[in-house]
């Protein structure tokens, strides 16, 4: 439904359908976006004495868009970063708003022609990769010169119609990130395939890279790593599932725990290093960098006592210098073998610097540490308080994000934790949910755009009761529940609660 306002009355949220003057010429490239930003409005107004707002594709309720007080918030981080601030600061209260920040369209697509350059035109003689060039491979679709779209033929001549292609295109890199990290190239990653689909096809790859593991302690103790052909392999096979659909590994590192946890921890931090460099846009060979750098950045814990590291009680001064200086000696390992980029060297120096300067061991801050430094991390401290220890139980997910919240500025900077927690999403595959309706059910798929709004299986009725027959619940279609409102996720269970194992559902 269509409504045609002033421009002067657009708001943060509202989707703006139509001008009142041709699209071409105007700043906007795409015909019909997301207004997400002061920028945009700025430009409506400059352009346009009217235009038309879509009622249906507006993200905030009467597309009133945000109050004025929250402009600031919305301008730094976008509309939908801010309501993932509220929401993470409310645990209490889900806040019903999309988990991505649309940003100015960037790339149009038309039809089923490649993405053009929406301010700056291609080099005279510049050539774009034709769509419907025949291809089973995955392979990276340029555009616009700094965009990429990966996707195979037949998304390809789909983008127009797919909205959650349509959307990641018009998303591109948030702002803030870009401009704090000086991103300068981005690859838009489509699903090519449904959990269910990838999990199969990403189970033997997963093997593959824990065999590797334990390959990687075994050689060690000789003073040795497995030759780097056969570490560049298994992380390339790693890649090419987290292109395709990224879930299905980050679920799969969450169901096969060994009884080790530093060959888990590695795998663990390794896949959500990859599934972090994808979300932000990466290019695949920047993937294969981060996830080498995630498998091997703690191989100095091997010359640390072992004692050590599994010791429960708090360090003392003189066992924590010791436990540092793994970063030293993982270092050295690195550096001393052939074959192993100087960047994953690098993220292994650097991953326990800080933003705020108080990491180690160089006390780096800021822009010193490098993107794939803070990356990793940042990684590294949630996956190892998501981790499940013999001395403690690991925390849930959305736990886990407020902490990282709460060290924003300090230990990580600030946009980037807004990215990750964009990234994993507060419900994240697997978690178990209670709908405001009371039923419960476990979270099945993700919705890559409306992150709140995932398609979850419905297990327990309201009064709790198990269901003979489960049934989905696609939320972003908004089913209705029994009094008439949308179904809507009221909050996060622990793992286990009502006798529910999530795991089960995918073993």
């Known amino acids: 439904m269509l409504e045609i306002i002033a421009a002067h009355d657009v708001k943060l949220g509202m989707f703006v359908a139509e001008l009142d003057r041709p699209w071409l010429g105007t700043p906007f490239a795409l ?27 507006s993200v905030f309720t009467e597309f009133s868009g945000l109050p004025e007080s929250d402009w600031s918030l919305a301008s730094i981080h976008g509309a939908a970063a801010g309501d993932w601030v509220r929401s993470i600061s409310t645990p209490e209260e889900t806040v019903d708003a999309p988990s991505r920040r649309p940003l100015p369209p960037l790339i149009s697509v038309d039809n089923d ?67 704090h990290f000086d991103i300068s190239h981005h690859t838009v990653y489509i699903d090519r395939t449904t959990v269910d689909e990838e999990m199969l096809a990403s189970g033997a790859a997963f093997g593959r890279a824990q065999e590797l593991m334990i390959d990687v302690g075994l050689e060690l103790s000789k003073d040795k790593l497995p030759q780097p052909e056969r570490i560049r392999e298994a992380v390339d096979d790693l890649v090419q599932s987290m292109m395709r659909n990224p879930d299905a590994l980050i679920w799969l590192s969450k169901l096969k725990r060994s009884d080790n946890y530093s060959y888990d921890h590695s795998l663990d931090v390794s896949i959500h290093m990859m599934a972090f460099g994808r979300h932000l846009g990466f290019p695949p060979d920047q993937l294969n960098v981060l996830g080498l750098a995630g498998l091997l950045q703690d191989v100095g814990k091997t010359r640390v006592p072992l004692g050590l590291l599994q010791q429960t009680n708090p360090l003392t001064p003189a066992e924590r210098v010791v436990l540092r200086r793994h970063v030293e000696y993982g270092t050295r390992i690195l550096a001393a073998h052939p074959g192993i980029p100087e960047r994953v060297i690098e993220v292994a120096a650097r991953h326990h610097e800080r933003h705020d300067g108080s990491g180690y061991p160089r006390r780096l801050a800021g822009q010193e540490i490098g993107m794939f430094g803070e990356m990793a991390g940042l990684v590294d401290a949630y996956c190892a308080m998501s981790y499940d220890r013999p001395y403690r ?16 500025g300090k230990s990580f900077s600030e946009p980037l934790i807004i990215e990750f927690i964009q990234c994993v999403g507060l419900y994240p595959l697997g978690t178990l949910v209670e709908l405001r309706s009371g039923e419960v059910g476990v979270v099945v798929e993700q919705n890559r755009i409306r992150r709140l709004k995932p398609r979850v299986l419905v297990l327990l009725d309201k009064e709790k009761t198990a269901l003979a027959s489960p049934f989905t619940l696609d939320l972003k279609d908004e089913p209705q529940s029994e009094d008439g409102s949308p179904h809507r996720i009221w909050r996060a269970l622990p793992a286990g609660s009502h006798g529910i194992d999530p795991r089960e559902f995918y073993l």
């Open 31 to 57: 015909q019909g976006f997301l207004v997400s930003t002061l920028r945009q409005i700025e430009a409506l107004r400059e352009s346009c004495s009217f235009v038309s707002v879509d009622r249906a594709k």
């Open 393 to 408: 139980q690991g925390l849930d997910n959305q736990r886990v994000l407020r902490k990282l919240y709460a060290a924003r």
């Open 113 to 179: 022609q490649a993405p053009r350059p929406a301010r700056r035109a291609a080099p005279r003689g510049a050539q774009t990769s034709n769509p419907e060039t025949p291809s089973r491979t995955l392979r990276p679709w340029r555009a616009a010169g700094s965009v990429e779209v990966v996707a195979g033929p037949k998304r390809r001549r789909s983008l127009q119609l797919n909205t959650q292609a349509y959307a990641d295109l018009e998303r591109v890199v948030s702002e803030p990130t870009a401009h």
